[in-house]
């Protein structure tokens, strides 16, 4: 298979925004000439990153190394294939471009370190696999899909999502003001579950993380949450006994 690798090469500190790189990948244009926000100007991809390998559009993998930058909707629109990122993921990973209805429509995206705010606002379909932690309002508006943090979470998870799955590997961070999960009015608690379709999702993401993949294998007994009530959202929060 063919595999790209995008290594940040620009200034340190600029805020990068990926939301056109999903659309480049579905046309003919070179990614090199796809333009990205990078602060408050334009930018050629090819003069913010090193472009290495190939791509292949039948079936799409591409890594990106965020070094220096800090990067805001990284997998914005993504539909199909695997975005790796390593490092930091950034606000509003996987969520929708500018008036777009839906976020992330199918296809992996796996960061290696820790999310940002608003992760997988709108997403549809797709799995997205956090390493690290997440801030807040993880799958904010949440129409499908899968999500899964490794490690600590922030206030508003799941807020207004309809479907769509969330499992918190983790703990509330610190410094969360708001009542913990459990005892938010919006999720109603549905007990304690040892499903035959847990265990078959944690044998399909070890496959993919293997550090994951070992935190998952621990845990036999889920507990569910069913919400987000407010929108009549049928969408369910799960969290380890």
């Given amino acids: 298979m063919n595999r790209l690798q995008l290594i940040y090469k620009g200034k340190t500190g600029t805020r990068v925004s990926l939301q056109p790189l999903a659309h480049a990948l579905l046309t003919n244009k070179p990614l090199e000439k796809c333009l990205l926000l990078a602060g408050t100007d334009d930018a050629p991809l090819g003069d913010l990153f090193t472009i290495k390998g190939t791509l292949d559009k039948d079936a799409v993998d591409i890594t990106i190394d965020v070094g220096g930058a800090h990067l805001w909707h990284a997998g914005a629109d993504w539909q199909r294939g695997t975005l790796r990122i390593n490092g930091e993921g950034g606000d509003y990973l996987a969520g929708g471009s500018a008036g777009a209805t839906r976020g992330m429509r199918g296809g992996l995206i796996h960061v290696m370190g820790n999310g940002g705010n608003h992760i997988g606002d709108k997403m549809n379909r797709g799995i997205i696999l956090i390493e690290g932690s997440v801030g807040r309002a993880c799958g904010k508006r ?13 206030t508003h998870i799941g807020h207004a999502m309809r479907r769509g799955s969330i499992f918190l590997l983790g703990t509330p961070q610190k410094n969360t003001t708001t009542t913990p999960l459990p005892q938010d009015p919006r999720f109603t608690d549905c007990g304690a579950h040892d499903l035959p379709f847990l265990q078959m999702m944690t044998r399909a993401i070890d496959t993919l993380s293997p550090t994951l993949g070992k935190t998952l294998h621990k845990t036999r007994n889920w507990q569910r949450y069913a919400g987000d009530s ?11 006994t």
């Fill in 230 to 240: 407010i929108v009549a959202g049928k969408g369910e929060i799960w969290l380890p």
């Fill in 142 to 154: 949440m129409l499908g899909g899968t999500i899964v943090v490794a490690k600590a979470y922030d």
